[in-house]
């Protein structure tokens, strides 16, 4: 039980460090953050032609900003510790 603790963990961490290193590119620089590598960068349906028109730049800044958000209230959740 205490190696699938630590495996799920690792799991969490891993997964929280790959959506914030993509919303942090998305925020900084949309354009460098379609040059990351797939499995990094999470675009799903995000296509490079947003990156034409200055809307869809700032659409991309915006799901970065509000990813940055919840990572930041998931983190604080997670040290804030049970309610009650």
């Known amino acids: 039980m205490k190696v699938l603790r630590a495996l799920a963990y690792i799991g969490g961490a ?9 919303s942090l590119y998305m925020l900084i620089s949309p354009r460098a953050w379609f040059d990351l590598p797939s499995w990094i960068g999470l675009h799903g349906a995000v296509r490079r032609k947003m990156l034409k028109d200055r809307w ?3 659409q991309i800044r915006m799901m970065g900003a ?19």
């Open 14 to 22: 891993y997964a929280m460090l790959t959506i914030l290193t993509s």
């Open 56 to 58: 869809g730049v700032m």
């Open 66 to 84: 509000i990813f940055l958000v919840g990572i930041g209230y998931m983190v604080i959740a997670i040290f804030r510790g049970p309610r009650g």
